[in-house]
């Protein structure tokens, strides 16, 4: 990864990179790059982390504005030998301040804004690394343009099982974990398969691939390695949610392959109703992070101009990367009640998965729900500085996901929740299915399941408010369930990648955080 894009521009890859927004640690260079330009960005900061302090082996941590260039920044400290460490500027400057703790990097490279809230919560997030860089000058650190010309070092190399890369968990239910993957983990048995040249899913030579992502979480590395490795005509790089900013660079370039996160096609959701929507070239929508509802699937998919667009849906976890997969068509997305929401199929070759009881371990027969065990080559190698958390997750080869599923007779996948987000009646997954369904003006629909009494459900809408006749109307037939609570999107708490953190959510409802789940296996 260190020279992932070295190499190439050495194969002449002609790739075109389009920004929303200039690089926070190049704005000089603009909204419009190349391979090449890329290579030696890449390569120029391997010298900054050097004369920063970073050595080979050592910790270094990125906790700046989310953009790309954070996984830019990741590749050039890979090329300096350094262990890189993806944070989000999402989290609180307590909890950042936890995983700092842990990490005990050699470098940290952060920005005014972030360093500024932490402030503002009380806390310096400075303090933790032996040198804190910014990328505008801030008092108390190193700013990025002192290092500017510093000599990169030749690219250092390591074993394909020696840690590559530290990313964290989204941290819905708590301080995140610090995820460890090796080379071989999220490089050889996730980007490499990423990137074959799979018919319908695999990228193609004259594609425009779009992405709406979370910048620090381990699927924009992977992404990043697969992507450039597969040398598409143009890249377009989205880091707002706000649809009246992205919509121009979309239609400019309208792209055949659309990646974003849940959040992402929640928020951009009104551009596919407008004349000139900027999904009109769309073979191939992808969503990972978590679930994304029947009525988003099914406008997208329709504002598509294709004849038989796709939709990609991936289930899995930071730890292992996707575990299952569904392709979605514009007849699979008809309104449907179940039981569950469908996940798909165990990957192939790559996954195998068992449903058990969670009080015994004993497998559970087919239409049962159970706890989901996994086996995959991805599996992460360690929390960092949580080794017993992620021993007790182990049973043999297998992984303990926390998750609560149905499997099919056919083999396939049905999620019912977290098994510490779950109900003593149904799924909340697949009830918030069914209320997205039934009230069209809702942006998204949670279901926070609490301890000895009825679910709490929450509608998030434009303005905050919902008519008594549309939860009538919603509600029916619908297991028990407490009244609704309206909000708008900004008063729901999320993680980076747009994640509700419902505890943190029913503890600001409620008071609580007792949950009917046990919470073992977070």
Same mark, same amino acid.
């Given at each position: 990864?260190?020279?992932?894009?070295?190499?190439?521009?050495?194969?002449?890859?002609?790739?075109?990179?389009?920004?929303?927004?200039?690089?926070?640690?190049?704005?000089?260079t603009?909204?419009?790059?190349?391979?090449?330009?890329?290579?030696?960005?890449?390569?120029?900061?391997?010298?900054?982390?050097?004369?920063?302090?970073?050595?080979?082996?050592?910790?270094?941590?990125?906790?700046?504005?989310?953009?790309?260039?954070?996984?830019?920044?990741?590749?050039?400290?890979?090329?300096?030998?350094?262990?890189?460490a993806?944070?989000?500027?999402?989290?609180?400057?307590?909890?950042?301040?936890?995983?700092?703790?842990r990490?005990?990097?050699?470098v940290?490279?952060?920005?005014?804004?972030?360093?500024g809230?932490?402030?503002?919560?009380?806390?310096?997030?400075?303090?933790?690394?032996?040198?804190t860089?910014?990328?505008?000058?801030?008092?108390?650190?190193v700013?990025?343009?002192?290092?500017?010309?510093?000599?990169?070092p030749?690219?250092?190399?390591?074993?394909d099982?020696?840690?590559?890369?530290?990313?964290?968990?989204?941290?819905?239910?708590?301080?995140p974990?610090?995820?460890?993957?090796?080379?071989?983990?999220?490089?050889g048995?996730?980007?490499?398969f990423?990137?074959?040249?799979?018919?319908v899913?695999?990228?193609?030579r004259d594609?425009?691939?779009?992405?709406?992502?979370?910048?620090?979480?381990?699927?924009?590395f992977?992404?990043?390695?697969?992507?450039?490795?597969?040398?598409?005509?143009?890249?377009?790089?989205?880091?707002?949610?706000?649809?009246?900013?992205?919509?121009?660079?979309?239609?400019?370039?309208?792209?055949?392959?659309?990646?974003?996160?849940?959040?992402?096609?929640?928020?951009?959701?009104?551009?596919?109703?407008?004349?000139?929507?900027?999904?009109?070239?769309?073979?191939?929508?992808?969503?990972?992070?978590?679930?994304?509802?029947?009525?988003?699937?099914?406008?997208?998919?329709?504002?598509s101009?294709?004849?038989?667009?796709?939709?990609?849906?991936?289930?899995?976890?930071?730890?292992?990367?996707?575990?299952t997969?569904?392709?979605?068509?514009?007849?699979?997305?008809?309104?449907r009640?179940?039981?569950?929401?469908?996940?798909?199929?165990?990957?192939?070759?790559?996954?195998?998965?068992?449903?058990?009881?969670?009080?015994?371990?004993?497998?559970?027969?087919?239409?049962?729900a159970?706890?989901?065990?996994a086996?995959?080559?991805?599996? &992460?190698?360690?929390?960092?500085?949580?080794?017993?958390?992620?021993?007790?997750?182990?049973?043999?080869?297998?992984?303990?996901?926390?998750?609560?599923?149905?499997r099919?007779?056919?083999?396939?996948?049905?999620?019912v929740?977290?098994?510490?987000? &779950?109900?003593?009646?149904?799924?909340c997954?697949?009830?918030?299915d069914?209320?997205?369904?039934?009230?069209?003006?809702?942006?998204e &629909?949670?279901?926070l399941?609490?301890?000895?009494?009825?679910?709490?459900?929450?509608?998030?809408?434009?303005?905050?408010?919902?008519?008594?006749?549309?939860?009538?109307?919603a509600?029916?037939?619908?297991p028990?369930?407490?009244?609704?609570v309206?909000?708008?999107?900004?008063?729901?708490?999320?993680?980076?990648?747009?994640?509700?953190?419902r505890?943190?959510?029913?503890?600001?409802?409620?008071?609580?955080?007792?949950?009917?789940?046990?919470?073992?296996?977070?």
């Open positions: 990864m260190g020279v992932l894009f070295e190499q190439a521009s050495a194969r002449g890859r002609t790739t075109t990179i389009h920004l929303d927004r200039p690089f926070d640690i190049a704005p000089e603009g909204l419009r790059h190349d391979v090449t330009a890329l290579a030696e960005l890449v390569r120029a900061a391997s010298g900054w982390w050097v004369a920063a302090g970073a050595r080979p082996g050592g910790r270094v941590a990125i906790l700046k504005d989310d953009h790309w260039d954070v996984d830019l920044l990741a590749c050039a400290a890979i090329r300096a030998g350094a262990v890189p993806k944070l989000s500027p999402h989290l609180s400057a307590e909890t950042a301040s936890a995983l700092l703790k990490l005990e990097p050699d940290l490279v952060t920005s005014p804004r972030v360093l809230r932490g402030v503002a919560e009380g806390v310096d997030l400075a303090s933790f690394a032996r040198t860089v910014s990328t505008a000058p801030a008092p108390g650190t700013s990025l343009d002192e290092l500017r010309g510093s000599a990169p030749e690219p250092q190399r390591r074993d099982d020696a840690p590559l890369i530290i990313t964290h968990s989204s941290g819905t239910t708590g301080v974990k610090l995820v460890v993957h090796s080379t071989r983990t999220i490089i048995n996730l980007a490499r990423e990137a074959l040249p799979t018919p899913v695999g990228l193609r594609d425009v691939v779009a992405t709406a992502s979370g910048y620090a979480h381990g699927r924009t992977s992404w990043t390695a697969a992507t450039i490795a597969a040398a598409p005509a143009e890249i377009v790089v989205l880091t707002s949610q706000d649809p009246d900013r992205v919509d121009p660079l979309l239609r400019e370039h309208p792209p055949t392959v659309f990646e974003g996160l849940p959040s992402a096609f929640v928020r951009f959701k009104p551009l596919t109703a407008r004349l000139a929507n900027p999904f009109r070239r769309v073979r191939l929508f992808i969503s990972t992070y978590d679930a994304v509802h029947p009525p988003t699937l099914r406008a997208y998919l329709r504002a101009g294709r004849k038989h667009p796709v939709w990609l849906d991936g289930w899995g976890q930071t730890e292992t990367g996707p575990l997969f569904r392709l979605h068509h514009r007849s699979s997305v008809q309104r009640r179940a039981r569950a929401h469908p996940a798909g199929r165990p990957v192939p070759v790559k996954t195998r998965l068992r449903v058990v009881d969670p009080a015994t371990f004993h497998p559970v027969r087919p239409g049962e159970g706890l989901v065990l086996r995959t080559r991805a599996l &992460c190698l360690d929390y960092l500085g949580e080794t017993e958390r992620y021993a007790a997750k182990k049973r043999g080869q297998w992984w303990n996901t926390g998750d609560l599923a149905i099919g007779r056919d083999g396939s996948v049905h999620l929740d977290r098994e510490v987000d &779950c109900v003593a009646e149904g799924s997954l697949a009830t918030e069914t209320l997205e369904e039934r009230l069209p003006h809702a942006l &629909c949670v279901l399941a609490r301890a000895e009494h009825p679910p709490l459900p929450v509608v998030v809408t434009a303005d905050g408010t919902l008519s008594e006749h549309a939860w009538r109307h509600c029916h037939g619908l028990e369930m407490a009244d609704p309206a909000l708008t999107w900004d008063d729901v708490p999320r993680t980076g990648t747009g994640k509700v953190r505890l943190a959510l029913l503890d600001r409802l409620t008071g609580s955080t007792d949950t009917y789940g046990t919470g073992r296996w977070t």
